[in-house]
């Protein structure tokens, strides 16, 4: 019994250092995608039961390619609940969602049913007949990063308890109103003397001219 436990543990290990699959988020995704990688990214959530199903064939895939001339494709999944910036950032609408990124160019795979799917996706270079998400929706665009700012701000926000937040917004909303009517109480209250002296500063004297009359 012993010895079943030890081959189990040992098993294990073994299974996990050669596990290639990276957990990406919000801090750590733009370090982790260089500029010329090409990945394999998984979106998905612990209570979706498709998602669950879809992650052994994401594993399968990963060991296939590792032993293909396409061992330089990176996979990565993403949980959206821990990380909902990313989530934003991407579009994802529905789950799971597999995308390609090469060249920071970012296609969904419409086929994910099967594992030779996704395989040839790579390895045929499937993907240079779908339109890569561009400009406005690019997740590498300035739209699609400030977009993943909002969906981490959110997340920040939503650890803190209603009232906190109903006093911050309150506070917020108190300096926004009361900052114009005491900057102009101030300039009211301002001494006598001292807008004369501007008003004298501001418009120098006018210089009488005499006139010479000519007969």
């Known amino acids: 019994m012993k010895l079943f436990s030890l081959l189990t543990c040992i098993l294990s290990i073994i299974v996990l250092c050669g596990a290639t699959i990276v957990e990406m988020g919000d801090e750590n995704f733009d370090e982790l995608v260089g500029k010329g990688d090409e990945w394999l990214i998984d979106f998905y959530a612990n209570w979706c039961g498709h998602c669950r199903q879809f992650e052994h064939k994401f594993h399968a895939v990963d060991r296939l390619l590792s032993k293909s001339s396409h061992r330089h494709v990176r996979l990565g999944m993403v949980n959206i609940d821990e990380n909902p910036g990313l989530s934003?950032?991407?579009?994802?609408?529905?789950?799971?969602?597999?995308?390609?990124?090469?060249?920071?160019?970012?296609?969904?795979?419409?086929?994910?049913?099967?594992?030779?799917?996704?395989?040839?996706?790579?390895?045929?270079?499937?993907?240079?007949?779908?339109?890569?998400?561009?400009?406005?929706?690019?997740?590498?665009?300035?739209?699609?990063?400030?977009?993943?700012?909002?969906?981490?701000?959110?997340?920040?926000?939503?650890?803190?308890?209603?009232?906190?937040?109903?006093?911050?917004?309150?506070?917020?909303?108190?300096?926004?109103?009361?900052?114009?009517?005491?900057?102009?109480?101030t300039m009211h209250n301002m001494p006598v003397s001292q807008n004369t002296e501007i008003k004298e500063k501001a418009t120098p004297p006018l210089k009488h001219r005499k006139s010479k009359r000519i007969d």
């Not at 803190?160 to 009517?181: C, E, R």
Request: net charge positive; charged share 20%.
């Open 88 to 185: 934003a950032r991407f579009f994802v609408s529905r789950l799971p969602t597999v995308v390609h990124i090469k060249d920071h160019e970012v296609r969904v795979l419409n086929s994910i049913q099967r594992e030779n799917d996704i395989i040839g996706y790579v390895t045929l270079e499937e993907w240079k007949q779908d339109k890569p998400k561009s400009g406005f929706i690019s997740p590498f665009g300035l739209f699609g990063r400030l977009i993943g700012v909002v969906g981490k701000t959110v997340k920040k926000l939503s650890g803190y308890s209603p009232w906190t937040m109903v006093g911050v917004l309150t506070g917020f909303l108190i300096f926004a109103f009361s900052t114009p009517y005491i900057l102009g109480r």
